[in-house]
């Protein structure tokens, strides 16, 4: 359900004298947010928004909410009507696209003294050409899931540390109608197979294909060879969100690589998982992908000073704190997620588990390149790796015919 609020304050005199000068003087002025799927958070944006009123006496603020598959193209709606919310939440590599196409603002002289709010790495993550277009407020990244009695029946004694191991561990546990890896494949969430073999996307000035490569050929005939064993589940490449993670929680899947918001989804599902029966790790060579939601600022925003600050505020210590703690996840703000982390290791130690992996290895996060075209590359390659890993192609076709399709969209960009 969309969600349409509006929250006006009344006036607060010791706001007004705690508000900086540029924020007096915007007083009485209106902000609107869009943000991702996340109605359920309405009690928390009552408390961050009526917060906020009290410093800025007179702002009004309307808070809409829509579902994944809605937001872009509403977003882009409001974009060409002129009348685009000041504040948006962006999921994955989205707001590249409109980063490069001057719809949002560039961030980075707002950033100086809150930079140090936030975790380095996921916030170098939203820059484009050297300026920051969106801060981080919730975080994921993929790891490994395995389920520990699997491996105990395969005799398989700890997680695999290479790609090889992944296979030969995965080999070892498919019998009947038991599978042993499955991936989430949206979003790049896949790549981490790839880099662990070497395989580079696009070249490092972006413009060329990198991917037609020996490396590449080899690395797509074992995920087919794995996949026509039973070794990798098909799901892997058919499948979107609730088809994986389901098939992982029904107990009959070794291990699954997704981001962390995936245990939330199994735990639910899967009567079977504990911490004595599910572990968490980092994926082979500690790679993964990240699938962060942050908030940007829109260019045409006629308070943009205003909307900087609610943002700061939406992701500074306080409330970002409040989200990680009330909703389990993290944020991005060093701070508060540390703080997040205490609560969960005393109330949910799996989940403890699960959460740190997002802390760790930062600096080996990839499949999230800043191109403007993103979702059209990923259109014209995903098609062909599809068709590799699923035996209807081989390799080396599948791959010519990616390289084409890609060099012809980076042609047009």
């Known amino acids: 359900m969309d969600r349409r609020t509006v929250l006006k304050a009344g006036l607060v005199a010791a706001g007004a004298l705690a508000s900086p000068a540029y924020l007096r003087a915007q007083s009485n002025k209106k902000l609107s947010i869009l943000t991702w799927n996340i109605s359920d ?3 928390l944006f009552r408390e961050e928004f009526a917060d906020f009123q009290k410093a800025n006496p007179g702002v009004e603020i309307e808070w809409l909410d829509k579902k994944g598959p809605e937001l872009p193209a509403f977003y882009q709606t409001q974009l060409v009507a002129g009348t685009a919310p000041d504040v948006v939440d962006l999921q994955g590599a989205i707001w590249v696209e409109w980063a490069a196409n001057g719809a949002l603002l560039d ?20 820059s ?17 899931f395995y389920n520990k009695t699997m491996f105990k029946e395969a005799g398989l004694k700890e997680p695999p540390k290479s790609f090889d191991e992944l296979m030969s ?7 009947g109608e038991k599978t042993g890896f499955i991936t989430l494949n949206f979003d790049w969430l896949y790549w981490p197979l790839m880099k662990m073999n070497g395989v580079e996307l696009l070249t490092p000035d972006l413009k060329k294909p ?11 005939e074992k995920l087919a060879k794995a996949t026509e064993s039973g070794a990798i589940n098909k799901i892997a490449w058919t499948g979107r969100w609730v088809e994986p993670n389901g098939a992982f929680a029904s107990g009959n899947v070794g291990m699954l690589h997704a981001h962390s918001a995936s245990y939330f989804f199994v735990k639910g599902q899967g009567p079977w998982i504990n911490a ?12 993964s992908t990240p699938t962060n939601h942050g908030l940007a600022v829109s260019k045409s925003s006629k308070n943009p000073d205003l909307a900087f600050a609610l943002v700061k505020h939406m992701t500074g210590n306080k409330w970002a704190t409040e989200f990680s703690t009330r909703r389990r996840i993290l944020t991005g703000n060093v701070e508060a997620d540390r703080i997040g982390l205490e609560k969960v290791k005393a109330s949910d130690p799996l989940a403890f588990e699960v959460l740190q992996t997002q802390l760790e290895h930062t600096d080996r996060m990839t499949g ?8 059209q590359i990923k259109d014209a390659f995903w098609p062909e790796i599809q068709n590799a890993v ?4 081989d390799a080396k076709t599948a791959l010519a015919d990616a390289e084409r399709a890609v060099t012809r969209v980076l042609r047009r960009s």
């Open 41 to 43: 958070q309405e009690a």
């Open 107 to 126: 961030l980075t002289p707002y950033m100086q003294d809150a930079a140090k709010l936030y975790n380095k790495d996921y916030l170098s993550s939203f």
């Open 128 to 144: 484009y050409e050297n300026k920051t277009f969106v801060v981080p407020f919730y975080i994921a990244k993929t790891l490994l």
């Open 169 to 175: 561990s995965a080999q070892a546990m498919a019998k």
């Open 210 to 220: 990198a991917f037609n490569t020996p490396q590449t050929i080899a690395t797509l």
């Open 276 to 287: 004595d029966t599910l572990g968490a790790v980092q994926a082979p060579g500690n790679w």
């Open 368 to 375: 999230n390149w800043p191109v403007p075209n993103d979702a």
């Open 390 to 393: 699923l035996g209807r192609k």
